[in-house]
C-alpha cells in the first residue's frame, strides 16, 4: 500500500485525538500511527497554526472550539469499517421495506448497499445521501426530508424535516451520532440534529445506531440525549469487547458486531471518524 500523505495523517491525528479524553501523548500517536515522534511533533504543530488542537506538556488535546470536518474530508476515512457496518445493516433490511435514513458517511455508504433490495421507500435527512442514492440502480421510492441544510454535513433540518418523519411511520431506521455512550445516550453537534434523530427513532418499529468502534463510549461531544426505547447498536469488528458488554448489560441496548474482524493493515484503515456517522 503507498505511503500515507502529510495531510491523510494529520486527518488521522484529528480523528485519535477528536475520540480521545483528554490530551494524548506524542510518544501514543507515534505508536498508533507507526511514525516517528519526531513526525508527530511536526505534525502537531502544523494542526496547531491551523488551530485545530490545543498543544499541552508533551502531546495535544482537540480544540472543541474548531469546526467540525465537512462530510467531504470525512467520506474516506474508515473506509474499511463503514463498509463492514454497510454491509451487516443491509443484511436487516427486507425487499418492500420503509427505512429511515439519517444524514452522515456511515448512512451513505448503507444507502449504496440498500439500491440492491427491491422495493424499498428510503427516507432520508441527509443530502449526500440523496446523491448516492440518485445515482444508484435501484427501484426504490427515495423520499427527502426537507428542510434547511446544514453545509458541513448535509443534514436537512428544521420544521419541515419533522412534518415529513412524522408523516411515515418505517420498518427500520439507521442513525448515526458523533458519540454514543451506555448511559449518556447519543450525541450531535447541535440539539436540532439530535431531536430529528429522536422523532426518526419514535417513528420507526426499529432503530439500529450505527457507529464505528472509535465513537462507541467516547463523550468528548456536548449535546446529547437518551433513545427513546431499546436500541440496536450495530459497529465494526475493531470495537472494544469489554465496552460492548458494557451496553450488552444494558437493558436500553442491544449489540450488533459483525463476526468477521477487520483486515490488518495501516491505521487509516481502522482509525474511526470524527463527528457523523
Not at 34 to 47: C, E, G, I, K, Y
Request: net charge negative.
Amino acid at each position: 500500500m503507498s505511503e500515507i500523505t502529510p495531510a491523510q495523517r494529520r486527518r488521522q491525528i484529528l480523528d485519535l485525538l477528536a475520540t480521545s479524553e483528554g490530551p494524548v501523548s506524542v510518544e501514543t500517536l507515534a505508536v498508533q500511527l507507526a511514525v516517528s515522534p519526531v513526525t508527530v511533533r511536526r505534525d502537531l504543530d502544523a494542526l496547531e497554526r491551523s488551530g485545530s488542537i490545543i498543544r499541552t506538556h508533551g502531546g495535544a488535546l482537540i480544540n472543541a472550539l474548531h469546526p467540525e470536518r465537512p462530510v467531504g474530508e470525512r467520506q474516506g476515512t474508515n473506509a474499511l469499517a463503514k463498509a463492514q457496518i454497510a454491509t451487516a445493516a443491509a443484511d436487516l433490511v427486507m425487499p418492500g421495506q420503509t427505512v429511515f435514513l439519517d444524514a452522515g458517511t456511515t448512512t451513505s455508504r448503507i444507502a449504496a448497499e440498500l439500491a440492491g433490495i427491491p422495493g424499498l421507500t428510503l427516507v432520508t435527512s441527509g443530502a449526500n445521501v440523496l446523491a448516492v442514492l440518485a445515482e444508484a440502480d435501484s427501484d426504490a421510492t427515495v423520499i427527502s426530508t426537507g428542510g434547511t441544510l446544514r453545509r458541513v454535513n448535509q443534514a436537512l433540518l428544521g420544521p419541515f424535516s419533522d412534518r415529513v418523519v412524522e408523516s411515515v411511520y418505517a420498518d427500520l431506521a439507521f442513525i448515526g451520532t458523533d458519540c454514543v455512550d451506555v448511559h449518556r445516550g447519543l450525541s450531535s453537534r447541535t440539539p436540532e440534529q439530535n431531536a430529528l434523530k429522536e422523532l426518526m427513532m419514535r417513528q420507526s418499529r426499529r432503530t439500529v445506531v450505527v457507529a464505528d468502534s472509535s465513537k462507541i463510549g467516547a463523550s468528548w461531544a456536548t449535546h446529547w440525549f437518551i433513545p427513546p426505547g431499546p436500541v440496536e447498536l450495530l459497529t465494526d469488528s475493531g470495537a472494544d469487547p469489554a465496552v460492548l458488554r458494557d451496553f450488552a448489560a444494558s437493558d436500553g441496548w442491544q449489540v450488533l458486531c459483525p463476526d468477521d474482524p477487520l483486515p490488518a493493515g495501516p491505521v487509516e484503515d481502522h482509525q474511526r471518524d470524527e463527528g457523523h456517522a
